[in-house]
């Protein structure tokens, strides 16, 4: 990211482990507080903050403040794009199962 207008790239935000865990927790919540988000890992509350922040920056994650403390949850629009770019490739896949049937049912009829 160079610029403070550009979004982090969702392929980018989303290639770390770490973070896809982040994804699947705050799915499973409606909204969670960072303490709690926390306990989750292995890791300091700082680094947990620096993962969301690529979220955050990627768009994948909306916090907001609740006294002193942060909450997050889950925004899945910009996971459409990666929905997308699967969707282009399950062509291929479906392609060679229907092959791969087709395969197993000459050997069953031989």
Avoid: C
Avoid at 84 to 98: C, G, I, K
């Amino acid at each position: 990211m160079s610029g403070n207008n550009e979004k982090r790239d969702v392929f980018d935000a989303i290639a770390d482990p770490t973070r896809r865990r982040l994804i699947r927790l705050l799915a499973e919540a409606e909204e969670i507080p960072l303490y709690e988000l926390t306990t989750q890992f292995e890791m300091g509350r700082t680094a947990v903050s620096k993962h969301l922040n690529i979220l955050k920056e990627a768009g994948l994650v909306l916090d907001r403040k609740v006294g002193r403390e942060t909450r997050f949850k889950l925004n899945t629009t910009p996971l459409k794009e990666i929905q997308d770019w699967v969707a282009f490739y399950s062509r291929f896949w479906s392609a060679n199962m229907l092959h791969l049937k087709q395969l197993l049912e000459e050997e069953e009829e031989a």
